[in-house]
């Protein structure tokens, strides 16, 4: 048996429609979607037609898309009524917009207007969509919405509305496909525009996923494409060995590693087979961010991107962020679009090289792309009034008084990553300052005067870990029924592994608290004032370093620094009265008792 047909809606179009709805409107406007990349685009769209009880919005899928994931939930969250393909194709509307030309778009009864769901139009597309009409034959390889195979229907265009970002694609259009340069109308990127009006906000969002003062936050960006960074085309398979020489080679309290997939990616394979393949980085830190609601934010926040030659990463060149290109997809884009020109020139990642220099060095050498930024819109900022005045115009009826806008980006809800992987922590203690560098995999410099300790969530993936490890954490409130508090929680772990030295509950942001074997119970607090923003499960493990050196706690408390390349960050050490009781003999990780100065860390990794 075929799938069902969805059934036609009845309400506010439809049959006897007229006798069910409550108000009567002078239009229609039809969002046409296509997936969920053009959905995202579309939906920056809605807010030029707030307020404007003239208007009545509808929303189609043309059905035409190999990637159909998500859109069931983005049609959700939107809540509008939405038609059946077929329906749609038999309800007139003023105005149409889509965000790709995918499907019968020729097809709709009313007025069409089209824009770019990326950055202006740059990939070349070897077929083109399935129509009633012969393309025309040429010899090159047509460019997805800016030539006449994607413009013309039987030799006509068939859009009443070409949105363009920039002049240049008015250049190129007149080239390959004059006939539909009277359709034509350049309005800007209101992509663009929203992630223009929300920089102001660039730490809040970088707070938001918990990157820390003096961290560095490296996003991971890949298009749909095999030959993406994602991919395992284009000759090499890049990632799956990228993901832990990332992991090992920049420090968990240095460096933050997050991943934009475009939503082809995420709904194509599954957001839980990207989770699955991703989940040993993400157990590492890693932040997988929403395709849809939360890209932009995460792009702002970022201080380098590593990309490929997608939209996204130009947007981050144009944003005026470093990039490191680990693919350039030769041959997937229009050579004349601004897009390849910056993926010429643009700096390479050799992922069998070192990485942390590579970065640094593009972080320190970078001086933003100006070219880029021209490229993307020739009207930054005044997209919300061009776009609205165009739309307005196709539909025959006079603009709202009040000034056209977009809605400003959200702030995203906070999410810091949950580092439940095993960390290597290398210390060296110099007084009162601890120098300490902790990464999720085996260092590759793992070299020098540094101890080293072994440091595991509670809620790691493999129990054994819990069996090596010196120090062992936790994060929760303290008020938490379920662990009893930080006291109980403590004191609880360190029974139930004799080998482990320290157990630390993470109770917010800056504070901790500590129970040891040998030294008692403490209550750590970062100095904030005094610049102090880092982990506090790092505080936990230069404390454990400094009373292994010998260092005491007086009644009154003390004060250290720790310091990682980061940053130096001050915090206070106070004794509490929790009991030790019969906790205080550690058993060996082996037989024989570790030497002197060396952590069980130290003796596991030789």
Known sequence: MGTAQPLPIRVPVGEGSQRWTSRTVQRRVLLVVHNVTSAGRLSDLLPLFHDDFRVQLLVTSTGSSAFQGGLRELFADLELPVLPWEQALSTPVDLAISASFGGELAQIPGNLSVMSHGVGYTKRLHEPRATSHEPRATSHEPTFGLSPEWLLAEGKPFVDGLVLSHPEQLERLT??????????????DPCFDRMLAARPHRDRFRRALGVRRG????????????????????????????????????????????AVLHPNVWHGHGPGQIRAWLDRARRGGL??????????????????????????????AALGTPVLLAADGKGKLDP????????????????????RPRMEQVLSAHRPDAAAADFVTSDPGRSAALLRRHFYTLMELPEPEAPASLEPLPLPPYDPPKLTAPLRVRTRVQGPEIAIERSAEHPYDHSGTYASHLAVHEDTRHAGDLELADVITRDGRPDDPRLGGPDRWTEEVLRLHPHCAAAVYVTGPDTCTVRTREHGVFRLTGDVGAGADADPAAYASSLYTWLAHGGTVPERGVTLRMRTAAGTHPFTATASSGRTGSLTER???????????MSGADARQG
């Open 587 to 597: 058993r060996p990780h082996n037989a024989a008792a570790d030497p002197p100065g």
């Open 336 to 355: 004349e679009a601004p897009l390849a020109g910056f993926v010429r020139h643009a700096p390479r990642l050799d992922p069998n090289a070192p990485l």
């Open 215 to 258: 961290q560095r936050l490296v996003v991971l960006n890949s298009t749909w494409n095999p030959e993406g960074l994602f991919g395992s085309g284009g000759g090499q398979d890049v990632l799956p060995g990228l993901l832990p020489r990332l992991a090992a080679e920049l420090p968990a309290d240095e460096y933050r590693l997050a």
């Open 175 to 188: 080239r390959v496909c004059p006939e539909a340069v009277p359709s034509a109308v350049l309005a800007g």
């Open 287 to 316: 932040n997988l961010i929403d395709p849809v609601h939360a890209w932009r934010q995460a792009l702002l926040a970022a201080d380098l991107v590593l990309g490929d030659f997608g939209a996204v990463t130009y947007y981050a």
